[in-house]
């Protein structure tokens, strides 16, 4: 069976300059694990793969029950040197969790 991760989680996002961090934190605690076997790195990276062009780092959190993912490369050069509409890290928290995954 197929969910999107917006079904088991909520993300934030912070970016300074070109770098993006998203955390993806489950709504129930017991789902940790399953993010944490299904979310990895390179998923992230081919589901984003259109906007991030750097290595992603993913780092596990899991006293806090969280993964959170540095995106090198991803905001078209930062919010103040990109002409894009909207580089902020906050609309790729949402791209994030359109991301399926097999449960």
């Known amino acids: 069976m197929k969910k999107k991760l917006y079904d088991l989680a909520h993300s934030r996002a912070g970016d300074k300059g070109n770098t993006l961090i998203l955390s993806l934190i489950p709504y129930d605690e017991q ?42 490369q991803a905001l078209l050069g930062g919010v103040t040197t990109s002409i894009s509409t909207d580089t902020h890290g906050k609309s790729l928290s949402y791209a994030l969790l359109e991301m399926e995954i097999d449960i």
Not at 45 to 67: D, F, T
């Open 31 to 72: 789902d940790y694990l399953i993010l944490y076997e299904k979310v990895t790195a390179e998923k992230v990276k081919a589901h984003l793969k259109e906007v991030v062009e750097g290595n992603i780092i993913r780092y596990e959190v899991p006293n806090i029950a969280a993964l959170q993912f540095v995106c090198y």
